[in-house]
């Protein structure tokens, strides 16, 4: 059995807080969207903002009120419908990032636990398999993602949909992986060698923060995306 550093006591609690604010932020989003008709145009929406608060917590909930709330149907019905160009261009780069790392943090999270279970390692590192089932499923999905958000906007053909999906998130989820990658091999093979255990709240704390970091490596390429007209504008 692979040993583990064993995390202090202060560590898990604070774990167990981000996870908690994490949960009650896309509780919140879900609410506002299911109980209280805030309905996106694009349905895939549905899925990124609470996902996204899953690893960004209270920022991820203030961003989906200050930004993603006003292009929900009741806001539209009442101020009007919003103009993508006239978007700060930080927020178009934040929606264009959100949509790869939804799928990210869906994979990764499936990704680790798959490995857990299996005692899956590459080299003899689990470490190398999460890296492996954590891109493979985060590619799958991310594109997925991405093509829901394309194909109504663009309103084409199921292949062509596809293919554009490809083109615009393949680049934009390697750069979020380097990211979230290097995060996790710090904290498991350096902070805290010889690694925290999955079971941990303390693992997922640091997962959290190395999505964050990916979230940064993301954006310049996202915001390349964006502005060659590869992701749409939202």
Known sequence: MQAHFDPPAWLEVLGWVSLALAGASALAIIADIGLRGARQRMWIMH???????????????WFYAAHGRRTSRPVIEAEGEPDPDNLPAWVSSAKAISHCGAGCALGDIAGEWLVHATGFTLAG??????????????????????????APMRDIGPMRALWAAVKADTFSIVSFQIGLFAGMWFYQEVLFAPGLAKTTASYWLFMQLAMVVGFFTAWPVNGWLVRAGWKEKM
């Not at 590192?125 to 394309?150: C, E, M, N, R």
Request: hydrophobic share 60%.
């Open 47 to 61: 899925l990124v903002y609470p996902i996204t608060a899953l690893y960004w917590g209270p920022v991820a909930l």
């Open 125 to 150: 590192k689990p470490l190398y398999a999460d890296f492996l089932l954590d891109f493979s499923f985060a590619w799958l999905l991310g594109i997925g993602f991405q093509y829901f958000t394309i």
